[in-house]
């Protein structure tokens, strides 16, 4: 048997410890600190700089190289030749689906887009003018309180039945979010259509006309869910584990997800990159705005990444979907690409940007796609959440599915008082 690396701890007192090395099948090897309590220790890492919180078999980054697999595929592969229902198969179990999987998968997943009636008197309680993912963080919760019969997150057909029904019902609820709030009527799913169409049409069908789907804009957002599937411990699946990690239903773990992608740092980032790009207004306007960013006025949004200290793959497949959808719909002329082009030049070329490695993320061109496809700009964090559902289910689900799994609770270094003792109101200073 190969002999366990460790990794000596020296106190300044003389005390030692042993950490294991512990080596994944890709990445840097991790300290295991599991045992530093001993030493009455804890470790102090706010933001997970440096932190591994789980081990996972799911998503597989190397920021410094650019790189994203999925349970070992590359992104780009999956981009270019996979869809988004076998992705989202991936993702949860593992392995690519055989061709009598895939139909078994796609049919259970089309049969169950529908929600329970009584979910659309939810969307009534809202304002008209409520952002919309503040109605999905309430819709989606509130899924917890329908489906009884398959809550039990320790049986893993239940936990499979959940993860199913969330994957199908979410696109449903995002579209009614969106209807709601533009005031027409919710479309029901219709069967005939592909999971990526039947969103489309349930967004920008009505009962007044028949609605055709554009295929090349429909492979646009099925780029974007692909890309936005999943990507390893985020802040929002961080989330979801956190809050799953204390036998929290599915459905209440994916809503404190979509609370934690709702952020401008994390899924806000591809409504504040175009909001940017309208503000700048003029390709004259970039040099000033790029010194704005040197001089620490603003950030670049869309720009720069907690892991890719290099491209993030996504970026590059959403800059060569933005052309081919501005291509389709005769808008290679647009305004806003070509803006974000040249931020783009400026800003790599910049020493600023160079140094710190800032590079631009899947949400700079993200935003210009969405726009054309016709997607308002605040649905924009609405439609990360759809594609994010499953890869939040599945770390969830490989995180139950782990019997050792045990609450999550980080500690603290104390900087607070120290004891002192309670004065009454009329003696208080
Ligand atoms: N524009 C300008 N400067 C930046 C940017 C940016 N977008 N991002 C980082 N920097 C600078 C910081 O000011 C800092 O400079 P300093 O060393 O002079 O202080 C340095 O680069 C390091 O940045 P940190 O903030 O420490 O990096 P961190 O890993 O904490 O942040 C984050 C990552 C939050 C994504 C950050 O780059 C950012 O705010 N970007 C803009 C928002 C964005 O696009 N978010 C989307 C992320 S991708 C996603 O969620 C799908």
Same mark, same amino acid.
């Given at each position: 048997?190969?002999?366990?690396?460790?990794?000596?701890?020296?106190?300044?007192?003389?005390?030692?410890?042993?950490?294991?090395?512990?080596?994944?099948?890709?990445?840097?090897?991790?300290?295991?600190?599991?045992?530093?309590?001993?030493?009455?220790?804890?470790?102090?890492?706010?933001?997970?700089?440096?932190?591994?919180?789980?081990?996972?078999?799911?998503?597989?980054?190397?920021?410094?190289?650019?790189?994203?697999?999925?349970?070992?595929?590359?992104?780009?592969?999956?981009?270019?030749?996979?869809?988004?229902?076998?992705?989202?198969?991936?993702?949860?179990?593992?392995?690519?689906?055989?061709?009598?999987?895939?139909?078994?998968?796609?049919?259970?997943?089309?049969?169950?887009?529908?929600?329970?009636?009584?979910?659309?008197?939810?969307?009534?309680?809202?304002?008209?003018?409520?952002?919309?993912?503040?109605?999905?963080?309430?819709?989606?919760?509130?899924?917890?309180?329908?489906?009884?019969?398959?809550?039990?997150?320790?049986?893993?057909?239940?936990?499979?039945?959940?993860?199913?029904?969330?994957?199908?019902?979410?696109?449903?609820?995002?579209?009614?979010?969106?209807?709601?709030?533009?005031?027409?009527?919710?479309?029901?799913?219709?069967?005939?259509?592909?999971?990526?169409?039947?969103?489309?049409?349930?967004?920008?069908?009505?009962?007044?006309?028949?609605?055709?789907?554009?295929?090349?804009?429909?492979?646009?957002?099925?780029?974007?869910?692909?890309?936005?599937?999943?990507?390893?411990?985020?802040? *929002?699946?961080? @989330? %979801?584990?956190? !809050?799953?990690?204390?036998?929290?239903?599915?459905?209440?773990?994916?809503?404190?997800? $979509? &609370?934690?992608?709702?952020?401008?740092?994390?899924?806000?980032?591809?409504?504040?990159?175009?909001?940017?790009?309208?503000?700048?207004?003029?390709?004259?306007?970039?040099?000033?705005?790029?010194?704005?960013?040197?001089?620490?006025?603003?950030?670049?949004?869309?720009?720069?990444?907690?892991?890719?200290?290099?491209?993030?793959?996504?970026?590059?497949?959403?800059?060569?979907?933005?052309?081919?959808?501005?291509?389709?719909?005769?808008?290679?002329?647009?305004?806003?690409?070509?803006?974000?082009?040249?931020?783009?030049?400026?800003?790599?070329?910049?020493?600023?940007?160079?140094?710190?490695?800032?590079?631009?993320?899947?949400?700079?061109?993200?935003?210009?796609?969405?726009?054309?496809?016709?997607?308002?700009? *605040?649905?924009? @964090? %609405?439609?990360? !959440?759809?594609?994010?559902?499953?890869?939040?289910?599945?770390?969830?689900?490989?995180? $139950? &599915?782990?019997?050792?799994?045990?609450?999550?609770?980080?500690?603290?270094?104390?900087?607070?008082?120290?004891?002192?003792?309670?004065?009454?109101?009329?003696?208080?200073?």
């Amino acid at each position: 048997m190969e002999k366990q690396r460790v990794a000596t701890l020296t106190m300044d007192d003389g005390r030692t410890i042993e950490l294991p090395i512990l080596s994944g099948t890709l990445g840097p090897d991790v300290l295991d600190i599991h045992n530093i309590g001993k030493l009455g220790l804890f470790t102090y890492d706010p933001a997970f700089f440096a932190t591994a919180s789980c081990t996972s078999a799911i998503t597989y980054i190397d920021g410094d190289a650019g790189l994203l697999y999925y349970r070992g595929y590359p992104i780009e592969q999956l981009a270019e030749k996979s869809d988004f229902l076998e992705v989202c198969y991936l993702l949860l179990n593992g392995e690519l689906p055989s061709a009598a999987q895939k139909a078994e998968f796609s049919g259970f997943i089309t049969k169950h887009t529908m929600v329970h009636d009584q979910l659309a008197r939810f969307f009534n309680g809202f304002r008209r003018d409520a952002h919309p993912m503040a109605v999905m963080v309430g819709v989606v919760g509130a899924l917890s309180a329908f489906y009884h019969d398959s809550l039990d997150i320790n049986n893993s057909q239940h936990r499979e039945i959940s993860a199913h029904r969330l994957l199908a019902k979410v696109p449903t609820l995002a579209a009614m979010a969106y209807k709601y709030n533009v005031g027409e009527p919710f479309m029901y799913p219709k069967n005939k259509f592909g999971y990526v169409e039947n969103f489309l049409y349930m967004m920008f069908g009505t009962p007044t006309e028949e609605y055709v789907p554009n295929p090349v804009l429909v492979r646009a957002l099925e780029r974007i869910f692909i890309l936005h599937a999943d990507h390893e411990q985020n802040a *929002s699946t961080s @989330t %979801v584990r956190l !809050a799953g990690s204390s036998g929290a239903n599915p459905f209440a773990c994916v809503a404190s997800g $979509i &609370a934690a992608l709702w952020g401008p740092a994390h899924g806000g980032a591809n409504e504040a990159a175009l909001k940017m790009l309208e503000e700048i207004g003029d390709v004259s306007r970039v040099k000033d705005y790029v010194q704005g960013v040197k001089d620490k006025k603003y950030k670049l949004m869309g720009f720069g990444h907690r892991v890719y200290k290099n491209m993030d793959p996504r970026a590059a497949v959403m800059r060569q979907t933005c052309y081919e959808v501005l291509k389709e719909l005769k808008l290679e002329s647009n305004k806003l690409f070509e803006l974000a082009m040249e931020l783009e030049k400026t800003a790599l070329s910049d020493p600023y940007f160079i140094e710190r490695k800032l590079y631009p993320n899947v949400d700079f061109y993200s935003g210009i796609v969405l726009r054309a496809i016709g997607i308002p700009t *605040s649905m924009f @964090t %609405v439609i990360f !959440a759809v594609a994010r559902t499953i890869g939040w289910v599945s770390q969830w689900n490989e995180m $139950i &599915a782990d019997a050792d799994h045990k609450i999550g609770r980080p500690r603290q270094l104390y900087r607070g008082a120290v004891k002192r003792d309670f004065v009454p109101v009329n003696k208080r200073r």
